[in-house]
Structures are given as C-alpha cells and as structure tokens.
C-alpha cells in the first residue's frame, strides 16, 4: 500500500504528464450549444461525462434554459433495459433530463465526441439511497447498527451484480473512449446523505470506526479471516465511546484502537470485496464496451479510506487493467501532494495518476495556480477539472488559469 511519508519525492515512472479531463453532467451539454465551444477554449483533451449518478441538486449558470437541475435519486442516464435487468433485485431508476432526452448521456456523448473529445462514462457505483432504503438488506451497517441507506456494500453479491449491470449498461453502444468509476468500494459514515448534519462532528479516528462496515457479510469474512466478529464490533464500540471524550483532531490509527488483529482483518476484508467489485465491472465493461477503454477508477492513497474515493490496496495498485489512479486534491494543502507522491511511486509503472481539483472552493487564485503545478511536481499525470456545469464565468477562467499552469508546469 502507498507509504504514508508526508513529502513528495521524485516520481518513479508513470505515463507522461499532461491529460486534462473536465467534468460535467449531461444536461449541462444539451441544449446548451455554447458547452463545446467553452471545453475546447479550456484545451481539454476529455470530458468525464456523467452516466450514473447519485441525487443531486446542481447549478447550471451557463446554461440558456435552466439555472438548477434537481435529480431526486440515483439514476442511469441511458435507457433502462429490461433485457439486462429483467430479474435484477437491485436495479437503477432512469435519469430524467430537462428536455426529456431519452439517451441523455449518449446524446451528450456524442456532442462531445464529434468536436474531436475524449469522453469517460463517469459512473458512480455503490452509492444510492434509495436502493439503500429499498433494501436495507445490502447497505452499510455501523458497529452499533446504524444503517447508511446511500452506502450499498460490497460483500453483497445483490450489489456487485448491480454496480457491473450498471458500469457495463453505461458504455454499451456508446460513443465513449474511457471509464471514470466513482464509488468503487465501501462508503462510509460522513458520505452525502439527505440534508447532511455530520459535518465537524467526527474525527478522523472517529471517522474510520464509524466507517467499518458490520453487516452480516462482512462479518462472515471476518471470521473466514480467522477474527471473531462479536469481538470486532464490540472492540469498534470501545474505539468510538473513547474517542467521543477525545480531542476533536485525534487521528489514531485503527490498530492502536481495536488492536492489531480486528484491524488487519477489517482492511483485508474491505479491500477483498473491493477487489472484486472492481474486477466484476471491469469484466463487464470489457464485454460491453464498443472497444477497448481507459479505465480510471476514483481512488485516495490512504488505505482506510471510505467514500467516492476508495483507498488503495497493494492488488489494486498494481491492477493491470487500471489506467489511472484518481485522487481527489480540492484541498490545496501540502499533504494532497504528498499523497499523489507516494501513489505514483507506489503505483505499478506505466500507470497514471491524477489529481481531481475543484476550482469551486474559496482558495486564491494563486494558491490554486501553485497547487497545481505542485501536483504535476509530485508526479501526477492527468489534471481533472472539477466542474464544466456547476462553474460560472469566474470558475472557467480559474480552469483556464489552471490548464495554462498545468500545461507549463513540467
């Protein structure tokens, strides 16, 4: 696993430096003719387009006919088929789009990919509250029982089938060069729910207890790995109750909290399931797909991590049909540098890394400029812009700025 230095050192390989990727939903390019004019002034070689996606309520500052989209749920922006789904416990609820398009991811797709774009289906997995709620069944389960109705775990067979329906539906018989997946693994406590009130009340050590995952799967994983369930969960519930008297900074790691033996089987049983979750999608992709794809999966350097950015395991570091780790670098601090660092040079070689910064946030023009030349600096490879949609005229010009400092930086 990545080591946990706190400062960059010199990339050990890794493709070239210099992919820039731009995100955006599709009813941001429908109906908006503007939308390709403005990706292609950025210099974009891509746009990360939304497939499936999580609720939402989403500004739309450029766009002629709307200034908000809400999507109430989790949805897959392309047909729901019977075929693929016919029997599925678990299935996706169609998107529905402001101008009613049918296919909207596929018709965006298309926009993007005839002004010579590259396209990755964004797809967001394991990750939706009403599937959650629906089927409590497969969602994530706390130590002391406490359900997360947005989090669908992975130990479920129910929820790899649906993550690898929905990944391979996303791409099939779409004008699409690569794969961006989001979600890829266990969420945890501090993840987007309704109205979410959790903001400041965890720690980071509180965080990572709260975010293990105790349901029944899980458990009999646990103990195939030779700890005792009972004695996990109760360990994971003398973590939190001493942590709640804890200063609200405490970071200690979970093997100083529930001891060495709970925590190795909890990370080897998380990245277990999230190994095969990945390889299940990836499969399915494959089959599906028009032609081989790039395949980058949202990913954080910290193993522990939970979330829309799983944490990296060895097997998923030197996964073969990985192009790219991406890893999220909205914080400007010196630490996002540091983790994009020990990525790239724990990563296989040949692989890329790439660092997802928001230009949406309060920081400095030139804080944001020196954070990205930092992060090229530190070896990532691709630069992904977050948001084409949701970033009026004053966030382009960032992303513009940006672009120029990323392209110039090396």
């Known amino acids: 696993m990545p080591p946990t230095s706190t400062t960059t050192s010199t990339p050990t390989g890794g493709a070239p430096a210099g992919r820039l990727v731009g995100y955006a939903y599709p009813w941001d390019v429908l109906g908006d003719d503007g939308f390709v004019p403005r990706a292609l002034a950025l210099g974009l070689d891509g746009v990360a387009l939304a497939a499936s996606y999580h609720s939402t309520r989403a500004a739309t500052p450029w766009h002629p006919a709307h200034q908000l989209v809400e999507a ?15 029997g599925a416990p678990l299935r996706p609820a169609a998107g529905v789009v402001p101008d009613g398009t049918a296919d909207a991811f596929a018709e965006a797709a298309g926009r993007l990919r005839a ?37 669908l775990c992975p130990s ?79 360990a994971l519930r003398r973590g939190v109750r001493d942590l709640r008297d804890s200063a609200p900074d405490d970071a200690r790691e979970a093997a100083d909290l529930i001891g060495e033996d709970a925590s190795r089987a909890v990370l080897e049983v998380r990245h277990a399931f999230a190994d095969e979750l990945r390889a299940q999608v990836l499969a399915a992709v494959s ?15 910290d193993p522990w991590a939970t979330g829309p950015n799983t944490g990296l395991g060895e097997r998923a ?18 630490a996002t540098a540091a983790a994009v660092a020990a990525v790239r040079n724990a990563a296989r070689g040949g692989a890329g ?32 812009l977050y948001h084409l949609g949701l970033a009026g005229r004053r966030g382009h010009e960032r992303m513009a700025s940006a672009a120029r400092t990323w392209r110039t930086a090396g």
């Open 72 to 86: 109430p749920h989790a949805a897959l922006y392309r047909p729901v088929r019977e075929q693929a789904w016919a």
């Open 287 to 301: 089959a599906a797909a028009p032609g081989p794809l790039r395949v980058t999966i949202h990913a954080a350097a």
């Open 115 to 151: 002004a010579g774009l590259e396209v990755d289906a964004w797809t967001v997995l394991a990750h939706s509250s009403r599937l959650g709620t629906e089927h409590p069944e497969v969602a994530v389960v706390n130590c002391f029982g406490d359900r997360y109705s947005y989090a």
């Open 156 to 234: 479920s067979a129910q929820v790899r089938g649906y993550c690898s329906t929905l990944a391979a539906e996303a791409v099939r018989g779409a004008p699409v060069t690569g794969v961006s997946l989001e979600a890829l693994g266990t969420l945890g406590v501090t993840h987007n729910a309704a109205h979410e009130k959790t903001a400041g009340a965890f720690g980071p050590a509180l965080e990572r207890l709260l975010s293990v995952c105790c349901c029944t799967g899980c458990r009999e994983a646990w103990a195939r790995e030779g700890a005792d369930p009972g004695e996990v969960v109760a």
């Open 317 to 334: 570091l030197a996964d073969p049909a990985v192009d790219a780790q991406l890893l999220q670098a909205w914080s400007t601090a010196p």
């Open 353 to 384: 890394v790439g660092a997802y910064v928001t230009v949406l946030g309060a920081d400095r023009d030139e804080d944001l400029l020196a954070h990205v030349a930092a992060l090229r600096g530190a070896g990532a490879s691709e630069l992904h």
